[in-house]
């Protein structure tokens, strides 16, 4: 992967509110654009679009989407899907390896891309490189309201499944055995083995491979695939899906934004609004578009809550919550020795004046010790010097 140029944009795709605008007023040397929110909502469709847009290359964030094979379990897009557009961090390590975290495998690939570049404009080892290598980040969230979510959920995997779910389920069922004949740890509570679809249908795949010869290769029939096993495996995996996306939007709004208002980022962040599927090429890509160029441009960006409906009322609850949570964070004051509940609590008490009297004979306090220290130091000196040798 190269590192961000004027005319190439990485595209990350994964998987508040601001009075004004966010005013710029140069381009970003290092754009990067982000694409976040919950499965289901279009990130893949997102990036693909910006990217072709924008000269991009795309970065896959999500860690299921490394391991090797699986498309269907693990959602990959397809390479008819990808549009000609490079994608990296796609597809390439095995399923025995455990899961890898997009920060390590982020860093380490820009730090190669950084040595590469460093060496071809002055013959160095990059090192340099590195300590330059910051992005200009959009966020771009996708989102829908939540019933419709659900349904186009629950779509997805009735699916997955005409397309290959449960063949993908016994493959990697015995992948698993194979690796236990040859001896080789298998960590389930890690990695693929933690994929939704795969540990929900597990308990039919074993008994489909319990129900048929070792030697031979597993051959499904309706029999096993319309099994009430294999029916409330499938309701497990809709089931699992849907608690996934909740999560994820949950941690979105609960966290993540919450840690971009702290850091007074919150402007980089801008919801879309991907309800109504049918309408994408008229809403999401164009409004998404419209903000990457004026991003790119240097240009002031809108105000995000004033991008949907949605985006208000989304917004709104954000900072409804961060509020209520500043009324309940308990701030100590080692000084008086006292707690306070809330930050305006917490305020009323370092202005107060009993917290500066209190600081003032502390003051007071520390000098007059210091004082006493130093004068019996001089009198043990004194007293010393006056014994005859």
Not at 5 to 20: F, K, M, R, W
Not at 178 to 205: C, H, P
Not at 256 to 277: C, E, N, P, V
Request: hydrophobic share 40%; net charge neutral.
């Amino acid at each position: 992967m190269s590192t961000a140029s004027s005319n190439s944009v990485p595209v990350a795709s994964a998987n508040i509110a601001t009075g004004t605008g966010t005013s710029r007023t140069t381009s970003p040397q290092n754009p990067l654009i982000t694409i976040l929110g919950a499965t289901g909502t279009g990130k893949s469709a997102l990036a693909v679009s910006l990217a072709r847009r924008f000269n991009g290359e795309i970065i896959n964030a999500d860690a299921m989407q490394m391991y090797r094979g699986l498309p269907i379990i693990t959602n990959k897009i397809r390479a008819d899907e990808q549009d000609g557009v490079p994608h990296h961090m796609l597809d390439f390590i095995g399923l025995e390896e455990p899961p890898w975290t997009v920060k390590r495998e982020w860093y380490k690939e820009q730090q190669e891309a950084a040595k590469e570049k460093m060496m071809d404009a002055n013959g160095g080892d990059g090192q340099e490189g590195l300590l330059g290598l910051q992005y200009d980040t959009l966020l771009l969230w996708l989102e829908a309201e939540d019933a419709v979510l659900k349904e186009r959920l629950n779509a997805r995997v009735d699916a997955m499944v005409r397309t290959g779910l449960l063949e993908e389920v016994m493959e990697l069922q015995q992948e698993e055995q194979w690796f236990r004949r040859m001896n080789v740890t298998v960590d389930k509570t890690k990695g693929i083995w933690q994929s939704i679809g795969y540990k929900e249908l597990e308990l039919w795949a074993t008994k489909v491979s319990l129900n048929a010869d070792d030697h031979d290769a597993v051959h499904l029939n309706a029999s096993t695939t319309n099994s009430k096993l294999a029916a409330d495996g499938i309701e497990g995996v809709k089931a699992g899906t849907r608690q996934y996306a909740k999560r994820q939007n949950r941690y979105i709004r609960n966290r993540f934004a919450s840690a971009l208002r702290q850091a007074g980022a919150l402007d980089k962040l801008f919801l879309i609004d991907s309800t109504d599927i049918s309408r994408w090429g008229e809403t999401a890509v164009p409004q998404s578009e419209k903000l990457v160029l004026a991003f790119l441009e240097g240009r002031q960006l809108p105000d995000a809550a004033m991008l949907s409906d949605l985006a208000s009322a989304t917004f709104a609850r954000i900072t409804k919550q961060d509020d209520w949570r500043s009324t309940r964070v308990a701030h100590y004051c080692e000084t008086c020795e006292k707690t306070l509940m809330g930050d305006k609590e917490w305020e009323r008490h370092i202005t107060s004046r009993s917290h500066k009297n209190v600081i003032q004979s502390q003051r007071k306090k520390a000098a007059r010790d210091a004082f006493l220290a130093k004068r019996a130091a001089l009198v043990g000196t004194e007293e010393a010097e006056s014994r005859p040798p």
